[in-house]
């Protein structure tokens, strides 16, 4: 049974600010993601992955580049970027942009998964890329394989809601800290998956 350890990127400036920060804001962790990377590395170390990946953006290699002074290749896929927030990404954080992130977040919830922000991705759009990355890292990792994947939080919020059954309108109810870990095993006889460790902070304490 293929696993999944997907978990999230390390904290940003952009993060401790509340500016918003997309697919398209390539950020660099700062001290604290940085150590974040390191406590989440120093507890998963010998945990015998067969692929480590993460997105095309600076900040889910920078959490994850530990892994590769003990000889793995982190291979990015630009489907697991995050999603694009369009015209809002870079802007910090004031009342029209919070009226913005609720507009289009009653829509999502209502089931309008094709609505987006001017210039940014739909759930839908994502899942489609991101879909198409999953599909690769299962095919790599084989039946009994065990990939490590960071990746950021609304994708993951989109990987979790639609592999687990809820649908892309719940994906608000996934938590998406930074560092955040969740493992996923699939059981193909029953053709689901199912989440062993769910919104796991245990290597930050």
Not at 100 to 124: H, M, T, Y
Request: charged share 30%; with cysteine; hydrophobic share 35%.
């Amino acid at each position: 049974m293929p696993k999944l350890y997907l978990f999230r990127h390390g904290q940003t400036d952009f993060n401790v600010k509340g500016i918003v920060q997309g697919g398209g804001v390539d950020s660099d962790l700062n001290s604290v993601g940085r150590e974040q990377g390191r406590r989440f590395f120093e507890k998963y170390k010998a945990e015998d992955f067969d692929k480590v990946y993460c997105s095309t953006l600076k900040r889910t290699y920078q959490t994850v580049e530990c892994f590769e002074g003990i000889g793995y290749e982190v291979i990015a896929l630009r489907g697991l970027d995050e999603l694009s927030w369009g015209l809002l990404e870079g802007k910090e954080r004031s009342t029209e942009v919070g009226r913005k992130f609720a507009c289009i977040q009653r829509l999502w919830k209502s089931g309008k998964l094709d609505a987006k922000v001017e210039g940014g991705e739909s759930p839908n759009e994502v899942w489609e890329r991101v879909r198409e990355s999953l599909d690769r890292i299962i095919s790599e990792v084989g039946p009994e394989g065990k990939a490590l994947v960071c990746t950021h939080g609304r994708t993951m919020r989109v990987i979790l809601s639609q592999m687990m059954g809820y649908g892309l309108q719940k994906m608000h109810l996934f938590p998406h800290e930074n560092t955040i870990l969740n493992v996923l095993i699939n059981h193909p006889a029953k053709e689901e998956w199912i989440l062993e460790k769910f919104n796991d902070l245990s290597h930050l304490q």
